[in-house]
Structures are given as structure tokens and as C-alpha cells.
């Protein structure tokens, strides 16, 4: 059985950090891209950032580039998404996903088969 935990959400004011952790059982997690995405009330999901196995490609949204950095540490079987900057309209719930392997959409939560329970974080201005 797969599980994907996260942690590290919470309450931060506007230009404050977060680093959110997701660690991932029950899978060869090396094998697979991970993804964080994230989702306001009342919106779709959304992509934030995803990196493929071996870390050697990461891709961002544009709406985080520059203040978000997405790593894994394939010895601990965890994927982080390091939060800078943060503003107010990031405020959501973060998921972390594992991806499809042949899935070819990065940024398409369909392309995902995998899914954490959400982190909300939460940024006050």
C-alpha cells in the first residue's frame, strides 16, 4: 500500500518561510517523479513544482519561480518544497503526488496516481 504523509504546513505572516515534507512509503520512490501542487477554496488543483528521480530536472510554476525550491533525498524517501516569500495568495492546501511513470504531463494532476492529505498553509498579510 502506498502512502504519501506531509507535514510542515501551518501559519506564517506575508514574506515568511515554510519547508514542507512528504514521505513516501510502499513505493520504489527513486523510480517516479513527485509533484506539489496546491488548491484554494473553491479552486481546482493547481501545479506547483515537481522533480523528476535522480533531481537532475525540476520544474516550477511560474507564479512560484525564484521563491519556491522543490528537493528529495531519495535516502529518506521524502520530498520537500521549500517556501520563501510567501504572500497571501499562496495561502491553500498542499498536496504532495506521486507521478504516473508513464504519465508525459509534468503539471497535469492527472498525470499523478498518488496523492498525500494536505498541508494547509496559511500566510497573513
Known amino acids: 500500500q502506498v502512502q504519501l504523509v506531509e507535514s510542515g504546513g501551518g501559519l506564517v505572516q506575508a514574506g515568511g518561510s515554510l519547508r514542507l515534507s512528504c514521505a513516501v512509503s510502499?513505493?520504489?520512490?527513486?523510480?517516479?517523479?513527485m509533484g506539489w501542487f496546491l488548491q484554494a477554496p473553491g479552486k481546482e488543483r493547481e501545479f506547483v513544482a515537481a522533480?523528476?528521480?535522480?533531481?537532475?530536472?525540476?520544474y516550477y510554476a511560474d507564479s512560484v519561480k525564484g521563491r519556491f525550491t522543490i528537493s528529495r533525498d531519495n535516502a529518506k524517501d521524502t520530498v520537500y518544497l521549500q517556501m520563501n516569500s510567501l504572500q497571501p495568495e499562496d495561502t491553500a492546501v498542499y498536496y504532495c503526488?506521486?507521478?504516473?511513470?508513464?504519465?508525459?504531463?509534468?503539471?497535469?494532476?492527472?498525470?499523478?496516481?498518488?496523492w498525500g492529505q494536505g498541508a494547509q498553509v496559511t500566510v497573513s498579510s
Open positions: 522533480i523528476t528521480g535522480s533531481s537532475v530536472s525540476t
Open positions: 510502499g513505493r520504489t520512490f527513486s523510480n517516479y517523479v
Open positions: 503526488a506521486s507521478k504516473r511513470l508513464y504519465a508525459v504531463s509534468y503539471s497535469d494532476p492527472k498525470s499523478y496516481i498518488y
